[in-house]
Nanobody
């Protein structure tokens, strides 16, 4: 059974950090482009960051450049999103998505940045 399970979300104060994890099962992520999306209330889902391979390029939305880092450990079938200097506008549900010949989505994890 193919599954992506995100974890690591929660409530954090502005300026704080969180590390999201996305564990894949039922397929090997090594050939997949791994993506983190987010969707804030009342807004469209946007691509935050992606990783083309373990040694390949990464891309970031301008709003998170310099603050977020995507990484992956193909041996653990896991992709991460390290989020530093969090802002209230980073509040959203964060989704993991894998794409190669097919695409798979996780169920999302809530991140709330508030004092």
């Amino acid at each position: 059974q193919v599954q992506l399970v995100e974890s690591g979300g929660g409530l954090v104060q502005p300026g704080g950090s969180l590390r999201l994890s996305c564990l894949a099962s039922g397929f090997n992520i090594s050939k997949y482009v791994m993506n983190w999306y987010r969707q804030a209330p009342g807004k469209e889902r946007i691509l935050v960051a992606n990783s083309f391979s373990s040694s390949g390029p990464t891309n970031y939305d301008d709003s998170v450049k310099g603050r977020f880092t995507i990484s992956r450990d193909d041996t653990k079938n896991t992709v991460y999103l390290q989020m530093n200097s969090l802002k209230p506008e980073d509040t959203a549900v964060y989704y993991c998505m894998a794409i190669f010949l097919r695409h798979y989505w996780g169920q999302g994890t809530q991140v709330t940045v508030s004092s």
